[in-house]
């Protein structure tokens, strides 16, 4: 972050500040009074359980010169605010415009599903040209990314902001705290559709990015979707498109996927062509790459040098396609940060040209769905069958839908990778323990597991559990 005064902090927040405002931020700011150091500015967060008002003295305990807080405590010079989450948001604007002004290229990005893939390799592409602010994981909404922003300074050459949505206006006012030179729309899928209400509300809501844009940016738009495509006319921006077809300025040919399902292509752009083989696993991966590609292009860098990159770019965020092998040859697939019925459908693909002797879905529920997860999951296991995964192990009773849709579809037989399987190839178990126990005994050598669920069901914990199974004197595999 830029170096501000307690003073120059409370101007920008429209905060009251309580002690000695020539303190100087040198540091970070954060939400978190763990982490804080010297120099940092702590923002005192108010929640259900705690109110980070109360951390203030810990806060001075551990170096940091000044609170975004509420009320005012003689431990620490204090801006005070009735909001800390709006003041939070209004810092990082102060300091976006005048990182802006300085140069800064920013890009957002969003999408249903793949955001945070999309924002992993476009911040290592980018990085390739020069200094870059692209954080591991989802800092995507209205605490995580003015965090993001916070983190850039004046030798930051490009920001790669994530942008999340759980209604309309929520990227809008993400937005004003950090307008783009280049949005990026990956899709519009049915991820939070119980939420929206309609895909339409969500393409209405993911469209915000590209209103918000100015007429001297670049809106990078996915022509393989038509949602994404038909928002075109609600920006004043350049429009480049990506995809598959023809048509596409940026687009990929040739795809195919290696022996461990990592994509390889070739990337057509600006009339060059140049190979691509990426180092993240699964088909989905390539629209990904693609807008990362464009958005590239479109902050100045050439065709050769974003091939290049991409080719270079590794997975950086935890649970996402998270591939780990054990010492006796399992391999765990820990996709479990999130799920929609989009990105398993893209999962279960990987999963099945993935090298091993069998492949194992583990499944969870898919939330915030609304009143068509009930469908939604039965069609999910009919899906995890007619892939031709050897065994489907659906976890706690929201998944239970999985579980009949897969029966389904195993008694309704018939070609294809169902024809001759057993009911027994489909199992249901009750929660994540009765999962570890049962996979325990069922896995072997050189199978490939698939774990999976949205967040809130927390099955990353099943895929540690599965890559430690074997810990211990006996010598077992680990």
């Known amino acids: 972050m830029i170096e501000l005064s307690l003073a120059e902090v409370a101007e920008a927040v429209g905060g009251e500040l309580s002690g000695d405002g020539s303190a100087v931020v040198t540091g970070s700011v954060l939400v978190d009074s763990r982490a804080l150091g010297a120099g940092d500015l702590f923002v005192a967060l108010p929640g259900e359980r705690v109110d980070g008002a109360d951390y203030v003295p810990a806060a001075a305990a551990a170096g940091a010169v000044g609170a975004l807080t509420t009320r005012p405590d003689p431990a620490l010079p204090c801006v005070v605010v009735p909001d800390p989450v709006a003041a939070l948001g209004l810092l990082a604007a102060a300091v976006h415009r005048q990182l802006a002004e300085a140069g800064l290229v920013t890009v957002g990005i969003t999408g249903s599903s793949g955001k945070t893939s999309t924002k992993d390799l476009l911040g290592q592409v980018l990085a390739a040209a020069g200094p870059t602010v692209s954080p591991q994981g989802s800092f995507n909404n209205d605490i995580g990314l003015p965090l993001t922003v916070l983190t850039a300074g004046t030798g930051t050459r490009y920001l790669v902001l994530e942008m999340g949505s759980r209604g309309p206006g929520h990227i809008a006012r993400l937005c004003r705290i950090a307008r783009p030179d280049i949005g990026v729309v990956l899709n519009v899928g049915s991820a939070h559709l119980g939420e929206f209400g309609s895909a339409e509300v969500i393409a209405t809501s993911k469209g915000e990015l590209v209103e918000a844009l100015p007429a001297e940016g670049t809106a990078v738009l996915n022509a393989d979707d038509h949602r994404v495509i038909g928002m075109a006319p609600r920006t004043a921006a350049r429009v480049v498109t990506t995809g598959l077809g023809e048509d596409a300025d940026v687009r990929a040919t040739g795809v195919e996927l290696d022996d461990a399902a990592r994509p390889v292509f070739t990337l057509v752009a600006g009339g060059e062509e140049h190979p691509v083989a990426l180092q993240v696993v699964g088909a989905h991966q390539v629209p990904n790459a693609l807008s990362a590609a464009a958005a590239a292009l479109a902050a100045g860098m050439a065709p050769a040098a974003v091939a290049a990159a991409l080719s270079a770019a590794e997975p950086r965020s935890r649970w996402r396609m998270e591939v780990s092998r054990r010492p006796d040859g399992l391999t765990v697939v820990n996709d479990a940060y999130n799920a929609n019925p989009e990105s398993m459908r893209a999962a279960l693909e990987a999963l099945v040209r993935l090298p091993g002797r069998r492949r194992v879905a583990v499944l969870g529920a898919m939330g915030e769905l609304g009143p068509g997860a009930d469908a939604a999951h039965a069609r999910l296991g009919r899906d995890a069958v007619r892939a031709g995964v050897d065994l489907l192990v659906s976890v706690g009773p929201?998944?239970?839908?999985?579980?009949?849709?897969?029966?389904?579809?195993?008694?309704?037989?018939?070609?294809?990778?169902?024809?001759?399987?057993?009911?027994?190839?489909?199992?249901?178990?009750?929660?994540?323990?009765?999962?570890?126990?049962?996979?325990?005994?069922?896995?072997?050598?050189?199978?490939?597991?698939?774990?999976?669920?949205?967040?809130?069901?927390?099955?990353e914990q099943l895929a540690a559990d599965l890559l430690a199974t074997g810990d211990g004197p006996d010598g077992a595999a680990s």
């Open 398 to 459: 929201d998944a239970i839908g999985v579980h009949t849709g897969a029966l389904a579809e195993l008694s309704a037989g018939g070609a294809g990778p169902s024809e001759g399987r057993a009911l027994d190839s489909v199992q249901h178990v009750p929660d994540r323990e009765a999962a570890r126990r049962l996979l325990t005994d069922a896995l072997g050598a050189d199978d490939v597991v698939l774990v999976k669920a949205s967040r809130s069901y927390g099955l």
